[in-house]
């Protein structure tokens, strides 16, 4: 995982284009209404500004269908961007055309401009190489910054470093690399995984891979009660993948094989109806009655799940514990938020889901690091090499 970064090159007087998440969200007036994407991003563009590069920036925004739709234009990034970093952040009016070729030549040393959303064009998510091509034509380096799009082979994600050489790592790749790499690869101990979410089917992988490295593996959210299941317990109406059944009872025989630890909710909050104000009533995880579905873990549960992440010098958390979005349902995802927050060792938030939950309860600042990356991440933890990731050049 040692790629080279933005700080291993000599960049000054050089085009580099950098390739940002700015996948933001925008309300019905065109506002962009969460902005952490961009704040992740600041850091490599001020690296660049302060060394005299000229900075090409390039991201997706939405799922433009019929190229372009002003709908999915990045002028309100380009705006932000320039009361954030206080400097003209010019918006070309296409990606690969006149206007982006044009405003690309008249960049000074520190300049920042931006090219239009490159989903405008279909040819960028079929990682084309002439796209690929005339993208790189631009510049003379390529940064690639946007983890979240790293597990995608994509012409502004992969494709363009077959073109453009030097092809490196800006801060926030480098941070979910070293961060999330050495968690993986050479964890401080304990090594406890959370992994919640609604469906096995989707963490298959992630728990494969994770049985090998890990010495405790904590069990919740929708997933947890087709392992219930697997050991013989009643789930009532909750979450079920039928045909899932068997390879859960292989999930924890292989637990058993390689030691690990793999604990499972001993008592759930059920509601008789999926909403916040179902009628609530704690039980044991095995005799969920019939006309209620698990919602949560318990209390006890809450309480032996911290205990382990308490005293644990790594933890790597993906996927809530409950229906968090509902208040009444909320309880153990917050417990768990809590516990990471207070825990001395690493603590990492594997994006999705989880992100959204801490960063709504009020404790992302107090992660070592919050992951950027949902479908990345999770490709990450699942021990698969990201296309835009491998196409950097190692260090």
Known sequence: MAKKTIEDIQVSGKKVLVRCDFNVPLNENRTITDENRIQGALPTIRYLMEQGARIILCSHLGRPKDGFDMKFSMRPVAERLTQLLGTDVRLAEDVIGPSARKLALELGDGDVMMLENVRFHPEEEKNDPEFSKKLAAMAEIYVNDAFGTAHRAHSSTEGVAQFLTPAVAGYLIGKELSIMGKALEDPARPFVAILGGAKVSDKIAVINNLLEKVDTLLIGGGMSYTFLKANGGEIGQSLLEADKVELAKELLQK??????????????????????????????????????????????TGEIFCKEIEKAGTVIWNGPMGVFEFENFARGTREIARAMAKCNGVTIIGGGDSAAAVEQMGFADQMTHVSTGGGASLEFLEGKTLPGVAALDDK
């Open 255 to 300: 637990a058993k094989n390689q030691n690990v630890a793999l604990m499972l909710p001993v008592d759930n909050v059920a509601g008789n109806s999926f909403s916040n104000d179902a009628v609530r009533i704690t039980v044991d995880s095995m005799t969920i009655p019939d006309g209620y579905q698990g919602m949560d873990i318990g209390p006890k």
